[in-house]
């Protein structure tokens, strides 16, 4: 995982590697929770993943609730289609931008 924070924006965007899933855990926790500040908005790119479980999931509405729940502003950019599909099956979309 790539993590950037661009200070000028006070934007985290996280690029995943090719599994996004329990084995994540601890590096998506230091990167977006660990730390107890919140950065203005958040960038997942998942660009890399080619598979993801259920702990992605439940990652992603960590980082929500983190972020202020209704007021965080993330985005979850290149999922490719199957990703992209499980998502909205989960409800994502709704909670997520997705692009």
């Known amino acids: 995982m790539n993590v950037h924070h661009d200070s000028d924006t006070d934007c ?4 995943l590697g090719e599994h996004f899933d329990f084995s ?13 500040l919140k950065a203005r908005s958040y960038v997942i790119d998942l660009g890399e993943v080619t598979r993801m479980d259920s702990s ?4 992603l509405l960590l980082l929500r609730e983190h972020a202020g729940a209704d007021r ?3 985005r979850i950019v290149n999922a490719r289609d ?3 599909g499980t998502l909205r099956v989960a409800g994502f979309d709704k909670l997520f931008v997705l692009h």
């Open 82 to 84: 199957e990703l992209r």
């Open 24 to 36: 994540m855990h601890r590096d998506f926790h230091d990167a977006c929770l660990g730390s107890g």
């Open 72 to 74: 965080a502003e993330i």
């Open 12 to 15: 985290l965007t996280l690029h």
């Open 56 to 59: 992605a999931l439940g990652m």
